[in-house]
């Protein structure tokens, strides 16, 4: 989910701007990741954390870091990423800090 939608915006010429199909289209995932949380609270359907929840943290982080989608109707997905940023160790370290220089580039980047 990150490259093709978060990069062609910082990195003009790395692909197309997205549009309004790639917005729905982020939208229908973000809906796809809000029902495999249901059932258990973790992205594989699991009891625990597994590697399909430090994948989409990587991802995620970044997202919400970016500050420019509305992820208010995905309460699923943010009570996950809290309880993740928690279980991750060193989760600021690891994962926080580059996700919010992400989240600065794309701010620069979105000036123009």
């Not at 692909?15 to 199909?21: C, D, H, L, M, V």
Request: charged residues 20%; hydrophobic residues 40%.
């Amino acid at each position: 989910m990150r490259n093709w939608f978060q990069f062609p915006i910082i990195f003009p010429g790395r692909g197309p701007i997205p549009g309004e199909k790639e917005l729905n289209r982020f939208h229908e995932v973000m809906s796809w990741i809000e029902d495999f949380l249901k059932p258990t609270g973790y992205i594989a359907g699991t009891t625990n954390m597994t590697v399909a929840d430090l994948a989409f943290a990587a991802t995620y982080s970044s997202i919400d870091a970016m500050n420019n989608w509305d992820l208010s109707a995905y309460t699923n997905i943010q009570a996950w990423f809290e309880r993740i940023k928690g279980e991750v160790p060193n989760y600021e370290t690891s994962c926080g800090e580059g996700a919010i220089g992400f989240g600065k580039l794309f701010a620069r980047a979105n000036k123009k």
